[in-house]
């Protein structure tokens, strides 16, 4: 078990290693970010060729300082790193933040020196931040310590972030500023070369001074862990994920539908919807679901009020409210009368509640706390509009003054010039403030799916499969029809009874076993799409028309040299719905399960769902709710409902199926049919491929 954090997160003393005596150095500015944050330990800067940095005097050695260091703050250039790290530990520095850069980011000498230099920090037991990083701010009273070269100081707050780009963290606390959004702590990760992300998880799910987690990714270095941690932390706080777009696996062997559809960042993706972290999409979204989780409760539902003083905009905020699963609120009579009772009669009381451009600050206050009274609201959004009479600082004051209940978040919408809002973010009380409704519509659906995920039970375990004796048997390459068929039956998936054959006698005996109608299919390495190939003759009535089929069918794979290894005969499957479920293998993240819809088709409408197996009942309905497709398998257009039920049973069953055998790279059923309600599924077309 590695050393605590605690020694990094809150020293009581620190030393700058490679301080310059130029303010306007990088080591300068990190200096004056300590001033300026009035950090409550000791200061040592490190310099052998300066008396003085700032308001410090220097010391020309680790060794020359007088107390015991909690941290070390490693910024000299490359070449001396690994000396300076000795000396730490000769000294006894209990935590070493490493800036400077050249590592592995810089290739495999850089890779080969991060090697030695985590090497050295691992067997003294100590902890390492870094290298390539930009610092670290504890923003607690007790610690003040900003360690970073951020421009303008970070706002003392609650949510606690983390980010693999130091530029971009630094950038972003800027930009919070603006916002008004203020952290905990920022631990800008550099290469995770020893600390990473998982870590500061840990710390900060018990963290009290943190209510949110936002995290800038660019890379997930133990991403099963990140998934157990993860899940369990958003039970409590939420966790707000941006993902930068390096994180892209290396290339996958695409001769599956579900490898092909895996390109890119699908592994990271699938882990992060299976942890239930909050995924923001862009940089701003990620500000707006911090903002919002800093200072507003989940709330128990999706039921909005919308309290405004101008109509065009709440019409904007209530289709947002719509593309993101939340609705209007529909008032009591009492709501309403009450709000009749002070708005003007020109005023709208329901929902919208328009209370026209003369609204006061009293008017929002006493409409969010009436609206909010009423059991069938949960939340309230506010929308202001530059006032006539007043300020829309005073609006701000208004609406700061409501009381909700504690459980209904209220957020607020200010259209108006954007010098408002750095002096808004001056008054106590005053909820997360937008410019958009959008974006405040967007960040109150993220409030909500926390709060769906906190009150949640706990999901049932995922179903486990035993591991398969035929599969030890395999070797590497594609497994036969009659392997990957009985492969899938084993794991509890349907398949389509079968048979192989090799000759027209053996054809009609197999056609009385199974009945007819029939499918026939030729099988061999080269026929990967055996439809394209001709090797698919499908509807074959009886034993003339399968003879025929037969006949033409070796006909035409001899004309075109194609040479099968085998044939098989089908039951033909009537009226199902074409589904796929496949397994692919990510190398980082590890088995991925798929389901889509439309068969051959899925991949023009890329309309898949991936998680990382094995998946619970729960991870399947809500990859199912993904598809766009999954209407398909509503009753639809006079068709009767698909079996959905059997669909998400296949489901759970291949995911266990891809987590007992990691050896299974890929497998495609396709298709998977899905019948009419309480009719089940069945595969009819299976190619797994197994590694060597
Ligand atoms: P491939 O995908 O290699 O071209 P398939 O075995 O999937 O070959 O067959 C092609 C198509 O034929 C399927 O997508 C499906 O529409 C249809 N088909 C195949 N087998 C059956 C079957 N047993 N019952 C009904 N339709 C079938
Ligand atoms: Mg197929």
């Known amino acids: 078990m590695p050393g605590s954090?605690?020694?990094?997160?809150?020293?009581?003393?620190?030393?700058?290693?490679?301080?310059?005596?130029?303010?306007?150095?990088?080591?300068?500015?990190?200096?004056?970010?300590?001033?300026?944050?009035?950090?409550?330990?000791?200061?040592?800067?490190?310099?052998?060729?300066?008396?003085?940095?700032?308001?410090?005097?220097?010391?020309?050695?680790?060794?020359?300082?007088?107390?015991?260091?909690?941290?070390?703050?490693?910024?000299?250039?490359?070449?001396?790193?690994?000396?300076?790290?000795?000396?730490?530990?000769?000294?006894?520095?209990?935590g070493v933040v490493v800036i400077t850069a050249g590592f592995r980011e810089a290739g495999k000498e850089g890779a080969e020196a991060e090697r030695r230099v985590l090497e050295r920090v691992r067997g003294a037991g100590i902890r390492m931040i870094g290298p390539n990083c930009m610092g670290l701010i504890n923003t607690d009273p007790d610690v003040r310590?900003?360690?970073?070269?951020?421009?303008?100081?970070?706002?003392?707050?609650?949510?606690?972030?983390?980010?693999?780009?130091?530029?971009?963290?630094?950038?972003?606390?800027?930009?919070?500023?603006?916002?008004?959004?203020?952290?905990?702590?920022?631990?800008?990760?550099?290469?995770?070369?020893?600390?990473?992300?998982?870590?500061?998880?840990?710390?900060?799910?018990?963290?009290?001074?943190?209510?949110?987690?936002?995290?800038?990714?660019?890379?997930?270095?133990?991403?099963?862990?990140?998934?157990?941690?993860?899940?369990?932390?958003?039970?409590?706080?939420?966790?707000?994920?941006?993902?930068?777009?390096?994180?892209?696996?290396?290339?996958?062997a695409a001769s599956s539908h579900t490898g092909a559809l895996a390109a890119g960042d699908t592994a990271v993706d699938a882990l992060l919807a299976q942890t239930g972290v909050t995924h923001a999409r862009t940089l701003e979204e990620m500000f707006n679901l911090a903002l919002a989780f800093s200072s507003a409760p989940p709330p128990r539902g999706r039921r909005v009020a919308v309290v405004t003083n101008a109509g065009g905009p709440a019409?904007?905020?209530?289709?947002?409210?719509?593309?993101?699963?939340?609705?209007?609120?529909?008032?009591?009579?009492?709501?309403?009368?009450?709000?009749?009772?002070?708005?003007?009669?020109?005023?709208?009381?329901?929902?919208?509640?328009?209370?026209?451009?003369?609204?006061?600050?009293?008017?929002?206050?006493?409409?969010?706390?009436?609206?909010?009274?009423?059991?069938?609201?949960?939340a309230a959004l506010t929308i202001t509009v530059t006032p006539i009479m007043v300020t829309p600082l005073q609006i701000a004051g208004g609406i700061a003054a409501a009381?909700?209940?504690?459980?209904?978040?209220?957020?607020?919408?200010?259209?108006?010039?954007?010098?408002?809002?750095p002096e808004a973010h001056g008054i106590g009380g005053l909820p997360p403030l937008f410019r958009y409704p959008e974006a405040a519509v967007e960040a109150l659906a993220g409030l909500a799916a926390h709060g769906e995920r906190m009150t949640r039970s706990v999901a049932e375990p995922a179903p486990v499969m035993k591991r398969s004796a035929a599969i030890e048997r395999a070797r590497g390459g594609y497994l036969s029809p009659q392997d990957a068929f009985a492969l899938v039956e084993e794991a509890g998936i349907p398949v389509a009874p079968w048979r192989a054959i090799a000759t027209r006698a053996e054809l009609a005996r197999a056609g009385r076993a199974l009945g007819y109608p029939l499918v026939l299919k030729a099988f061999g390495d080269k026929l990967v799409h055996k439809s394209e190939a001709g090797a698919v003759a499908v509807g074959l009535a009886d034993e003339t028309?399968?003879?025929?089929?037969?006949?033409?069918?070796?006909?035409?794979?001899?004309?075109?040299?194609?040479?099968?290894?085998?044939?098989?005969?089908?039951?033909?499957?009537?009226?199902?719905?074409?589904?796929?479920?496949?397994?692919?293998?990510?190398?980082?993240?590890?088995?991925?399960?798929m389901v889509g819809m439309g068969g051959v088709a899925v991949e023009v409408w890329r309309d898949a769902s991936f998680r990382v197996a094995?998946?619970?009942?729960?991870?399947?309905?809500?990859?199912?709710?993904?598809?766009?497709?999954?209407?398909?398998?509503?009753?639809?257009?006079?068709?009767?409902?698909?079996?959905?039920?059997?669909?998400?049973?296949?489901?759970?069953?291949?995911?266990?199926?891809?987590?007992?055998?990691?050896?299974?790279?890929?497998?495609?059923?396709?298709?998977?049919?899905?019948?009419d309600e309480g009719n089940g599924c069945v595969a009819v077309d299976v190619r797994i491929r197994v590694g060597g």
């Open 5 to 94: 954090l605690e020694a990094i997160l809150r020293p009581r003393s620190l030393a700058v290693v490679g301080a310059s005596s130029r303010a306007e150095s990088l080591s300068g500015r990190l200096l004056g970010n300590l001033v300026a944050a009035g950090f409550t330990g000791a200061v040592y800067p490190i310099n052998p060729r300066a008396e003085t940095t700032g308001p410090f005097k220097c010391y020309p050695s680790l060794r020359a300082v007088p107390e015991a260091l909690d941290l070390a703050v490693v910024m000299v250039p490359k070449a001396a790193v690994l000396g300076t790290i000795d000396e730490c530990l000769e000294v006894g520095v209990k």
């Open 145 to 252: 310590m900003d360690a970073s070269f951020t421009p303008a100081p970070a706002l003392p707050g609650n949510v606690a972030f983390a980010s693999h780009s130091g530029a971009l963290g630094v950038a972003v606390l800027e930009a919070a500023r603006e916002v008004g959004l203020g952290f905990s702590q920022f631990v800008s990760l550099g290469n995770s070369a020893d600390v990473d992300v998982t870590e500061l998880l840990e710390v900060w799910e018990h963290h009290d001074g943190t209510r949110a987690i936002m995290l800038y990714l660019e890379a997930l270095p133990s991403p099963q862990r990140f998934l157990e941690l993860a899940s369990r932390i958003v039970r409590s706080k939420p966790i707000v994920v941006f993902k930068g777009g390096r994180t892209v696996a290396g290339q996958r």
């Open 315 to 378: 019409i904007a905020a209530t289709d947002a409210l719509a593309d993101h699963g939340l609705t209007l609120a529909t008032f009591s009579k009492a709501t309403e009368d009450a709000l009749r009772g002070f708005l003007p009669p020109e005023a709208a009381v329901g929902n919208p509640v328009d209370m026209l451009p003369s609204a006061t600050p009293d008017n929002f206050r006493q409409a969010i706390e009436l609206a909010l009274a009423d059991p069938g609201v949960d």
């Open 403 to 421: 009381r909700p209940p504690a459980d209904k978040p209220v957020l607020s919408v200010f259209m108006t010039a954007s010098r408002f809002f």
């Open 545 to 593: 028309a399968a003879a025929a089929a037969f006949e033409a069918m070796v006909g035409r794979l001899a004309e075109s040299d194609i040479e099968a290894d085998g044939f098989l005969v089908q039951r033909h499957v009537c009226g199902g719905r074409e589904a796929i479920i496949g397994i692919t293998r990510d190398p980082a993240v590890g088995p991925l399960v």
């Open 614 to 675: 094995p998946i619970t009942a729960r991870d399947a309905d809500e990859m199912l709710g993904e598809l766009k497709g999954v209407r398909l398998l509503g009753p639809f257009r006079g068709q009767p409902a698909g079996d959905r039920a059997a669909l998400k049973q296949a489901l759970l069953r291949l995911a266990a199926l891809a987590a007992a055998h990691p050896e299974i790279v890929e497998c495609d059923i396709n298709p998977l049919l899905v019948m």
